[in-house]
């Protein structure tokens, strides 16, 4: 396990709440970071403080819910994929083939684990997605590739608290990109051909469910045991209501959008939102989807729906936030 600190560097960059600029129907939209740098990720602890991450290493923080941001240095210059925070100071992120963790509450990061292809039974490993069970227990998912061709599934786990990873094997060998826990024992992972795999048991085992389709999901979320929803290429949206064992098709009428995130407030009111600046909205537990006008084209690779506000980042560093 690697032991070297990355001290935070602030640099100060504070973006004030005066750059953003009205977007229709309750989106307003600020720009951060260098042109051309994506913002893959987004997380809120409270309605004060969040975070944002994506390419080149880049990551910012806020106290103030969002009013202004502050660059941060993970120490890392890969292309942050996922961050996740179990309790107001204690967080992960993934980059590239590194995990890196923090607590105190993103001041400063450390490199907690870095795997290499001897780690994985060869071929380069990239991690997508983290989240946490319980307070010790939580999970990795990513893939394995030689030539910039996937060859295996990558699933991590730890059960003290992130000190350690190690390799678990589940049944499928495509590459998983996203996973979400609805309690300490039930879990679901998405990913490459329609695959969704679940566990019961607190991710000891791990088993196939069916979907009904071969498209790729990028994003998996469960407001309790029951109640989840799934989304992907060629416009894909997946419900259920039974934890996964059937799995219903709802139609988004965008059979060309690819929809990359999806979050909702509770059991009734949820968000999509995908590639060309698609932002979809649910009033109905998901049974129904309208589109809303975002104002932007830019690809929109994360969600956080709060008690109060939503965000969702992008491409070019578009920050979106919505007002409930």
């Not at 204690?90 to 001041?107: E, K, P, Q, W």
């Not at 019961?200 to 469910?209: A, F, I, M, P, V």
Request: net charge neutral.
């Amino acid at each position: 396990m690697a032991s070297c600190l990355f001290a935070v560097a602030l640099a100060f960059v504070v973006v004030p709440a005066g750059a953003q600029k009205p977007l229709g129907e309750g989106w307003t939209g600020t720009r951060h970071g260098a042109a051309g740098k994506d913002l893959n990720t987004v997380y809120f602890t409270d309605a004060k403080r969040g975070w944002m991450a994506g390419d080149g290493g880049l990551a910012y923080r806020t106290e103030d819910g969002g009013r202004t941001w502050v660059r941060q240095t993970v120490g890392t210059d890969a292309q942050i994929n996922d961050l996740y925070f179990r309790d107001k100071e204690d967080g992960y992120l993934v980059a590239g083939n590194a995990v890196y963790v923090t607590a105190d509450s993103g001041r400063s990061w450390r490199e907690a684990r870095r795997f290499s292809p001897s780690d994985v039974g060869g071929g380069a490993p990239e991690l997508y997605s983290v989240r946490f069970a319980s307070k010790k227990r939580g999970w990795i998912v990513g893939s394995i590739s030689r030539r910039d061709v996937v060859t295996d599934s990558l699933v991590l786990h730890t059960d003290d608290a992130g000190e350690t990873w190690r390799r678990q094997l589940v049944p499928s060998r495509d590459e998983l990109i996203h996973l979400d826990f609805a309690d300490d024992k039930r879990g679901w992972i998405v990913g490459d051909k329609g695959t969704i795999l679940a566990t019961t048991d607190g991710g000891l085992n791990w088993s196939r469910q069916r979907t009904g389709t071969n498209a790729t999901l990028y994003h998996v979320h469960f407001v309790d045991d029951e109640r989840g929803w799934a989304v992907g290429e060629r416009g894909t949206i997946l419900r259920t209501v039974d934890g996964g064992g059937t799995w219903a098709v709802v139609a988004s009428g965008l059979p060309r959008t690819t929809l990359l995130s999806v979050q909702f407030a509770g059991k009734e009111q949820g968000w999509i939102v995908g590639r060309g600046g698609v932002i979809l909205r649910s009033d109905d537990e998901g049974r129904t989807w309208v589109q809303q006008e975002s104002g932007t084209k830019q690809h929109l690779y994360a969600l956080f729906v709060g008690k109060k506000q939503n965000w969702a980042v992008g491409g070019d560093g578009m920050v979106l936030q919505y007002e409930r």
